[in-house]
């Protein structure tokens, strides 16, 4: 099984402030990684698959980067709506999938 | 758009079996896709569980596939997830999802609001 490690925990950041989430898998996982942001009491929504694509109507200061074991979701200029939680997934050993344990980001 | 609902009891005794049914519309199972079940335990991060094809072939977690069965009815649109012997440590709130159109993409895009189940006698 891949085990997908998720640093900081917790990120604090002023609103305008550059956020940078780190994903690190057990072993290489090529590309295929993903990326949700979920909110209190709602379900986790899709921001980036493919390690840097957008998903349909994500907002361009969100981006994804890296390959491999080592992974990057940055927020260049974090809005009020951006603070949640984020989780990363793999998906590079089908059909087997696995989230990390996500980091929230909130308001310094 | 697609959306995704699940229904099915918010309580499941233990040792009993768990039922639930994720309803689809705005996109016809038929059509493609795998459709996944997901289920985050509180505070934690989520957790695959399986998933299925409108032919009704299904992948399941290792670590599950023994209590696990999920089936399709495509004239309903709509799939179901059956977990077995549960315990407390099952105790989630359970997501259905579209999964993947092929295996090389196989992320999760739209899930449902997700429906608690406790597991408590």
């Known amino acids: 099984e891949i085990v997908m490690t998720q640093s900081p925990a917790t990120l604090s950041v002023s609103p305008g402030e550059r956020a940078t989430l780190s994903c690190r898998a057990s072993?290489?996982?090529?590309?295929?990684l993903a990326w949700y942001q979920q909110k209190p009491g709602q379900a986790p929504r899709l921001l980036i698959y493919g390690a840097s694509a957008r998903a349909t109507g994500i907002p361009a200061r969100f981006s994804g980067s890296g390959s491999g074991t080592e992974f990057t979701l940055t927020i260049s200029s974090p809005q009020s709506e951006d603070f949640a939680v984020y989780y990363c997934?793999?998906?590079?050993?089908?059909?087997?999938?696995?989230f990390g344990q996500g980091t929230k980001l909130e308001i310094k | 758009q697609v959306q995704l609902q699940e229904s099915g009891p918010g309580l499941v005794k233990p040792s009993e079996t768990l039922s639930l049914t994720c309803s689809v519309s705005g996109y016809s199972i038929s059509s493609g896709y795998y459709w996944g079940w997901i289920r985050q335990p509180p505070g934690k991060g989520p957790e695959w569980i399986g998933s299925v094809y409108h032919s009704g072939s299904t992948y399941y977690n290792p670590s599950l596939k023994s209590r696990v069965t999920i089936s399709v009815d495509t004239s309903k649109n709509q799939f179901s997830l059956n977990l077995n012997s549960v315990i407390a440590g099952d105790t989630a709130v359970y997501y259905c999802?579209?999964?993947?159109?092929?295996?090389?993409?196989?992320?999760?895009?739209?899930w449902g609001q997700g429906t608690l189940v406790t597991v408590s006698s």
């Open positions: 999802a579209r999964a993947a159109i092929a295996a090389a993409y196989n992320w999760f895009d739209p």
């Open positions: 997934q793999q998906y590079n050993n089908w059909p087997m999938c696995s």
């Open positions: 072993q290489s996982v090529s590309s295929n």
